[in-house]
């Protein structure tokens, strides 16, 4: 009987080794897994509904994700915990990070090793089990989780030879669904992730990384059960998700590697008419929209008026309908190496810079006003003169409460706020997108159809003249 006892345990001994290496060689710690069941108790996104994303208590959720691509192979465990702990600061509720992969250049060196030089795969990339390295996204899991962060947790394929596309489609799609479900089975006890995947290049879905991308998610799909995580995903420059990926998705496309938003990538400035012409496309009527990949900050793409550009990207998203952005710094993302356009040592500087303090400003107050359900893009009915073109356009829209109008530059501007339903009167107030600071207008005054309001005079340090408008209905005095 003891000798038939201890051949049992053996074999499930064996069992539980065969498992163990299939879904990777380092499963998560005790304490991780305890700060992963925390996960619980504060918002993430689970789902989608009226074009918005929805946290788990049926809530709308702005997905408002600092550009972080490279953290978990550059940082170390004390560097992310700063990092997470000074975006939490600014307000981000997001972070976006690929666990491996990020080979920009050279500086970057081994794209499959993290700081500490431990590897991400135990031998061939997509083609062995997890690697001692996934400690460090283990980390950026239980950091982000004890700081209620969302995590865009992000395959990075990326363009020509600076991401994983090699070695995924020597691995096979049989190594890359055991990839996916490894990934999966990892972090099951955390469910404040969205699965994302950093396209960045123009592929079609039966070549290049299409078969082995769809198997991962098939991986994926198989290890989540029946309650899915959201998918979002950046497809090439100048193109959408629907374009890329949700157009060809079914039995003879992507049969996993299906979205839950549409996306656009445009390196653009005129913020408010470029997402309009994607969100107002007939085809993804029901689909929320992500900004996944605007112009970052010292980037060239918006020359010497960043500051204002920036700014205008932020608001436009959000005030016209969008769900979600992927803000971003050319010194941050590479952590510590030369990215493409800036990096190497101080990233972590930028937490106290004008950029970044100014997203701080433009999440709290679209958090104040975008959750309404009611809240939709307008239509051309409350700003009635002042709306402007191209660059210049002013972004406008309002609930059943309240309007916000971001204005780029000085105009004349008349508005309707007897399209706020809410009380018999309105408070009308400018506020200060450098700031946060408000001027009040009229504090508390009768609706009108044809409201004139004088712009503001004042320019901010940084010599811009960009404003928002913010008009509130009132009950009483």
């Known amino acids: 009987m003891r000798s038939f006892l201890l051949q049992a345990m053996r074999q499930q001994i064996v069992a539980a080794l065969a498992i163990c290496v299939f879904f990777g060689a380092t499963m998560a710690s005790a304490a991780e897994t305890g700060n992963a069941k925390g996960s619980g108790g504060f918002a993430y996104p689970v789902s989608t509904a009226n074009r918005r994303f929805i946290d788990q208590t049926g809530k ?9 691509w490279a953290m978990s192979q550059n940082c170390s465990d004390a560097e992310i915990t700063q990092a997470l702990e000074g975006l939490k600061a600014l307000k981000f509720n997001a972070v976006t990070v690929s666990p491996f992969g990020v080979h920009m250049n050279d500086s970057f060196g081994d794209r499959y090793k993290n700081k500490a030089g431990q590897s991400f795969f135990s031998g061939k990339p997509h083609a062995s089990s997890l690697g001692p390295a996934w400690s460090s996204m283990d980390w950026v899991m239980r950091e982000a989780t004890r700081l209620e ?10 363009w020509k030879d600076t991401g994983t596309v090699p070695d995924l489609i020597v691995g096979g799609t049989t190594n890359a669904y055991n990839f996916g479900k490894a990934v999966a089975t990892r972090y099951a006890s955390y469910s404040n992730i969205v699965w994302h995947v950093m396209g960045d290049y123009k592929w079609r879905y039966n070549e290049g990384p299409a078969p082995g991308l769809d198997a991962i998610f098939h991986g994926i799909r198989d290890a989540e059960g029946p309650s899915h995580r959201l998918i979002i995903a950046e497809p090439a420059n100048g193109s959408t998700s629907f374009d890329q990926f949700i157009s060809v998705e079914g039995p003879d496309g992507y049969k996993w590697f299906k979205q839950s938003a549409d996306t656009i990538y445009h390196y653009g400035s005129s913020s408010a008419e470029q997402f309009d012409k994607v969100y107002n496309r007939a085809a993804t009527a029901s689909y929320p929209v992500v900004d996944i990949e605007p112009p970052y900050v010292n980037a060239p793409h918006y020359k010497d008026q960043q500051f204002q550009e920036l700014r205008e990207r932020n608001y436009a998203t959000f005030i016209r309908g969008g769900t979600g952005i992927n803000f971003g710094h050319e010194k941050w993302w ?6 493409l356009f800036d990096g ?13 303090l100014d997203a701080k400003y433009a999440w709290i107050i679209l958090d104040t006003y975008m959750t309404d359900p009611t809240w939709k893009p307008d239509p051309g009915t409350f700003l009635k003169s002042g709306l402007g073109s191209g660059d210049d356009q002013a972004a406008s829209g309002y609930s059943s409460s309240a309007a916000l109008v971001y204005f780029p530059t000085s105009r004349p501007v008349i508005i309707d706020t007897t399209r706020i339903a809410k009380g018999s009167k309105v408070r009308l107030r400018w506020y200060d997108l450098t700031s946060g600071n408000y001027t009040m207008i009229a504090s508390s005054e009768a609706k009108a159809s044809d409201r004139s309001l004088p712009y503001p005079s004042k320019r901010h340090a940084d010599g811009f003249n960009d404003w928002v408008l913010v008009v509130e209905g009132r009950t009483r005095e």
Do not use: D, R
């Not at 959720?61 to 600092?66: A, D, H």
């Not at 190497?344 to 970044?356: D, K, R, V």
């Open 60 to 68: 709308i959720y702005l997905l408002k994700t600092m550009s972080s």
């Open 149 to 158: 962060l969302t995590v865009v947790f992000s395959f990075f394929l990326s």
């Open 334 to 339: 590479p952590h510590g190496v030369t990215g």
């Open 344 to 356: 190497g040592p101080g990233w972590l500087n930028i937490l106290t810079e004008a950029p970044q």
